[in-house]
Nanobody
């Protein structure tokens, strides 16, 4: 089975940047579409971003477009989420995921085959 380990979360001020990393093991990384979800306190877990196997297609939820960038390095079995101009509304636990398939239209929790343990991102006002 696939194991996913996130890192890079922390406490920052509004307007700052963070780069999250997700290291994958136990599978053939280059065969998988990857993504990120997040869950804020009191809210449901929601989709953030996804990237296809060859990095030639990405898809984002509207609230992060223009601020967040997903990328991957198949040689390192790692996916990244660069988060710029962070807002307090971005505060959440961020989860790296393996997706059953890539989509640029809609990504649901049922699209996920493996979840990471999550990393906390806190953005202060």
């Amino acid at each position: 089975q696939v194991q996913l380990v996130e890192s890079g979360g922390g406490l920052v001020q509004a307007g700052d940047s963070l780069r999250l990393s997700c290291a994958a093991s136990g599978g053939t990384f280059s065969n998988y579409a990857m993504g990120w979800f997040r869950q804020a306190p009191g809210k449901e877990r929601e989709f953030v971003a996804t990237i296809n196997r060859s990095s030639d297609s990405t898809y984002y939820t509207d609230s992060v477009k223009g601020r967040f960038t997903i990328s991957r390095d198949n040689a390192k079995n790692t996916v990244y989420l660069q988060m710029n101009t962070l807002k307090p509304e971005d505060t959440a636990v961020y989860y790296c995921v393996v997706l059953k398939y890539y989509s640029h239209y809609v990504v649901l929790r049922t699209s996920v085959s493996y979840w990471g343990q999550g990393t906390q991102v806190t953005v202060s006002s």
